[in-house]
């Protein structure tokens, strides 16, 4: 009888131990950056390289504008309602793009379109409209591609340049961007069949 339960205990040890280890494979660390620099078609501000004049320049770094309300450390384009505007933003690091967290922090909604620099053209990550009440609002939008028929969840190539665009006349007053979060992978990958496969 004790054998017999010394062996049934470890057949239950044993398929634990399996179970555990079958979790799926170690994916690679998702890594987060924000902006080291940038540059508009437009700012209130000017073409200035403080962060706290309206300026492009007050799009890169880390958030810092806690509250909705016009804020000079915060983008903000030469006039509302004029129609297209972007922002350029370049980062440390190439990365393949998996989200974009764009923060707007008065007068969201306007963003209409954004782009990763791939080679020397502008390639579309994402684009469409979008309505929130809500603000500070943060835009997050998850990039997508198609490997062989399979759904990988960033983009088909590096890049450490985004262009934001905006229509400003789809929002009254004056939009502001106070960061935009890059985040991504240095490998190309996805997982098929619990086997980690990358390029």
């Known amino acids: 009888m004790k054998k017999l339960l010394i062996i049934f205990l470890a057949l239950v040890i044993t398929g634990c131990t399996l179970f555990e280890g079958s979790k799926g494979p170690d994916l690679p660390a998702k890594i ?4 080291t620099d940038a540059e508009a078609g437009s ?4 073409m200035g390289g403080n962060r706290d004049d309206y300026s492009a320049y007050a799009a890169t770094g880390s958030p810092d504008v806690t509250e ?3 804020n ?6 030469d006039g509302d309602q004029v129609s297209t505007e972007w922002l350029e933003l370049e980062y440390f690091d190439e990365l393949y793009v998996s989200d974009i967290i764009i923060r707007e922090t008065f007068g ?3 963003v209409v379109k954004v782009e990763g620099l791939n080679g020397e053209e502008w390639t579309v990550l994402w684009e469409g409209t979008y309505k929130t009440k809500l603000c500070p609002y943060e835009l997050v939008l998850p990039v997508k591609s198609l490997q062989e028929n399979i759904t990988v969840n960033m983009s088909t190539f590096k890049t ?7 229509d400003t006349d789809k929002v009254q007053g004056w939009n502001e961007i106070d960061s935009v979060e890059m985040k991504g992978y240095h ?13």
């Not at 000079?72 to 384009?77: D, V």
């Not at 490998?187 to 390029?199: A, I, K």
């Open 187 to 199: 490998t190309r990958w996805y997982v098929l069949n619990d086997t980690l496969v990358t390029e």
């Open 43 to 46: 700012s209130y501000g000017g």
């Open 108 to 110: 969201p909604g306007s």
């Open 160 to 166: 450490d340049k985004l262009r934001v665009t905006l």
């Open 32 to 35: 987060s950056q924000y902006p």
């Open 72 to 77: 000079p450390r915060a983008w903000t384009p």
């Open 68 to 70: 909705c309300g016009d």
